[in-house]
């Protein structure tokens, strides 16, 4: 592979992942944060201001660094991927641009009033610019999916003979994609998961420590809920993502479980070590009938194998290797799913012992839902999107234009490592700031009741 390309790739997941650290959180804690302010708006709860005040710091230490960390990834598009882009603007474009000029808009102008507003605006306005700053965040990552999306499953699009760029032709066609719409709710659930796994995280910390019970356990209480709806709806999602996927998709699925014969039943791999050279499994260790199951809903269908798939693209876009990396997809997906399911066990815990009334009396279940509860958090959200990505591989607009040659022809390797080595040791940098505001507001805990009657007294009815 062209050194340039790689540093370029490389470059582009180090950024994007690190941007994602980020991105889930604010899609949940924002609708989260609203919900508390809505419940103490309706009841004058002083707990739940306190619980909006502290839980709204860290959101915006989150929302903050997301911005800058998102900034870089259009950049790139035109600085090492100018033939790609050149190829696909017409249609990429479009959703980019409505992300920036609409939906980041309003989450920006709203999110500005609700921080500058606690003693200008009344309570039922103030909590109306959060809730529009949620739904802000949500458009946002629609719009961003919708070109995502194109990607994974390129419509409503014909190829210019003259330009050879690709161009809209249909554009309720694109924004109706079946991908788009697996994709959407399922990135929703994950921001829900994220930010309850953080959020339960913190809590128990402060649990353990019997600091602040009284906004702890509530804010457990929030967290557990929405860390159990969320990894629910991750899985639920997930499924039907991934049935799109066998149809639209079917070499990352087939990559996935490392499935080089078409299999009428298909077995779901539990355990593999694959021999690439000689196109089989070494090991694999199966439940039969699985794979099936969860592509098709029944337990007889077909699942077609790397083997068949590989053969098909050859006869189709002439002579190469179609196969995606199979050590990262087939141990990306685990990873993933392994996360999503640790995550359930979690929320339900949490659920169970606040319905108990023993939320703060297990020790052990604060320890694992500060440690394990974030990290599987993370781990799953990286996994998930390198899954996504390496397994279309090695097409950048799948099975319309390969991911070799669309970097930029006129930026040689040296000037790539260079931000690629300058970028990283920035995010790195930028790394300290970010989770020391974050861990010492956490620490810190919510003010007392005192220090926010002032907030409440000026808010004016």
Known sequence: MDAALLLARWQFGIVTVYHWLFVPITLGITWMVAIMETAWVRTKNPVYLRMTKFWGKLMLINFAIGVVT???????????WSTYSRFVGDIFGAPLAIEALLAFFIESTFLGLWIFGWKKLSPKVHVFTLWMVAFGTMASAFWILVAGSWMQYPIG???????????????????????LWSQFPHTIFVGFATAGAVMLGVSAWHLARKNHLEVMRKSAAFASVALLVGASGVALTGHFLGQVMVEVQPMKMAAAEALW??????????FAVGDKENSRNAVNVVIPRALSLLSCNNLDCEVRGINDL??????????????PNLFVTYWGFRLMVGSGMLMILIGALG?????????DEHWW??????????????IGNATGWIFTEMG????VVYEVLLTEGTNSPTVPAAWVATSLIGLSLLYGLLAIPAVYLFVKFAKAGPGEESENEDVAASMVY
């Open 70 to 80: 998102g900034i870089v990834q259009e950049f790139q598009f035109g600085m090492n």
């Open 310 to 323: 590989q053969a098909e693209m050859v006869e189709n876009h002439g002579p190469g290797d179609y196969i």
């Open 157 to 179: 699009y014909v190829i210019n003979p003259a330009t050879g760029r690709a161009e809209m032709a249909n554009f309720l066609e694109i924004v109706t994609s079946k991908m």
């Open 392 to 395: 279309r591989q090695p097409w």
């Open 365 to 378: 279940f604060l320890k694992l839902a500060l440690w394990v509860g974030i990290a599987a958090a993370f």
């Open 351 to 359: 659920v169970w012992f606040y319905l108990r009334g023993k939320l």
């Open 261 to 270: 014969e078409t299999e009428q039943p298909a077995s779901f791999s539990l």
